[in-house]
């Protein structure tokens, strides 16, 4: 198996642990925590998803889509949520992705979103 393959058969197992890495590209990572603003319904995504707005504080408001129609909109709206977003943009039917949100999966797919303590402010760096 190449390491495409085995890259591919990873991401489709999330049971199984992912191989070991360098520290440094986890902390490569921008994570922080967003206040979502705005949750629209997104028909044209192949998977059933919605356009999120987020602030991020200092770095800002940022857009994505995610997979998160287990949550009805106006259980989003104002939530607290972890993003990481220094991962490059991202086309997603023509909607551009500017953070990846940050949740569990259960066993069925459903995501779990992660949330940081109430007393969490927009932009807070996650280390």
Do not use: C, W
């Amino acid at each position: 198996m190449n390491d495409s393959e085995q890259s591919e058969q990873m991401s489709d197992d999330r049971t199984t642990p992912k191989p070991q890495t360098d520290p440094a590209h986890f902390f490569s990572t921008d994570i922080r925590v967003g206040r979502i603003l705005t949750v629209e319904e997104f028909p044209a995504a192949r998977k059933p998803a919605y356009k999120i707005t987020a602030d991020f504080g200092p770095a800002g408001v940022l857009a994505t889509s995610a997979q998160v129609t287990n949550y009805r909109p106006e259980e989003l709206k104002d939530r607290l949520v972890i993003g990481v977003i220094n991962l490059g943009k991202k086309r997603i039917a023509g909607f551009t992705s500017e953070f990846l949100i940050l949740g569990s999966y259960d066993a069925d797919g459903a995501v779990h979103l992660l949330s940081p303590e109430p007393v969490a402010v927009p932009g807070d760096v996650i280390g």
